[in-house]
T-cell receptor
Framework: NAGVTQTPKFQVLKTGQSMTLQCAQD?????MSWYRQDPGMGLRLIHY???????DQGEVPNGYNVSRSTTEDFPLRLLSAAPSQTSVYFC??????????????FGSGTRLTVV | QQQVKQSPQSLIVQKGGISIINCAYE??????FPWYQQFPGKGPALLIA?????SEKKEGRFTISFNKSAKQFSLHIMDSQPGDSATYFC????????????FGSGTRLSIRP
């Protein structure tokens, strides 16, 4: 089925470890983004990309890196995990830059716990 | 930092009742104003969106009411059903390219049978 695929679904990391959250979409969407969801704080934008080779920071980029070598893939790297990065991470994609009119398509999320 | 203020945080409604969730925004840029619905363990999904040049949009039991002068919009769920129990997020345009859309903090809706 077409959509946004995130892996893994669950992950436990020790403080200081690094890892990559994977995101892939098969809808040929130009715009892709990463959000984190924390209780009572909604969805906060970490990084986004408007096309292959183009990335930019969102609201809460510290501690995360991204790259976009293909239209389909947009991995999120945690450089040195901290307990404050315990959260649910969502990848989203859209046809347009703002994504408001056409809507974002979200993945099912990665629940990350840093101990 | 531009904010989108959503209320209430949680809401309990009897089956068949009307659920109302409100959202207030700051940026007056012309763009659609959407509501997203999220079930436990799933990502948010676009539910309904409204253009800012109309005052109301209805899709089935879901209606968005938009008040441009007050910078507010709301989601009404008529004849609320247990299957509507979910978390709802509003969103509005952000000011900068780094905040393309800003999400509200979410409303957890529970429909009691």
């Amino acid at each position: 089925n077409a959509g946004v695929t995130q892996t893994p679904k669950f992950q436990v990391l020790k403080t200081g470890q690094s890892m990559t959250l994977q995101c892939a979409q098969d809808m040929n969407h130009e715009y892709m983004s990463w959000y984190r969801q924390d209780p009572g704080m909604g969805l906060r934008l970490i990084h986004y990309s408007v096309g292959a080779g183009i990335t930019d920071q969102g609201e809460v980029p510290n501690g995360y890196n991204v790259s976009r070598s293909t239209t389909e893939d947009f991995p999120l790297r945690l450089l040195s995990a901290a307990p404050s990065q315990t959260s649910v991470y969502f990848c989203a994609s859209s046809y347009s830059g703002t994504g408001v009119r056409y809507g974002y398509t979200f993945g099912s999320g990665t629940r990350l716990t840093v101990v | 930092q531009q904010q989108v203020k959503q209320s209430p945080q949680s809401l309990i409604v009897q089956k068949g009742g009307i659920s109302i969730i409100n959202c207030a925004y700051e940026n007056t840029a012309f763009d659609y104003f959407p509501w997203y619905q999220q079930f436990p363990g799933k990502g948010p999904a676009l539910l309904i969106a409204i253009r800012p040049d109309v005052s109301e949009k209805k899709e089935g039991r879901f209606t968005i009411s938009f008040n441009k002068s007050a910078k507010q919009f709301s989601l009404h769920i008529m004849d609320s059903q247990p299957g509507d129990s979910a978390t709802y997020f509003c969103a509005a345009p952000g000011y900068s390219s780094a905040s393309k859309i800003i999400f509200g903090s979410g409303t957890r809706l529970s429909i009691r049978p």
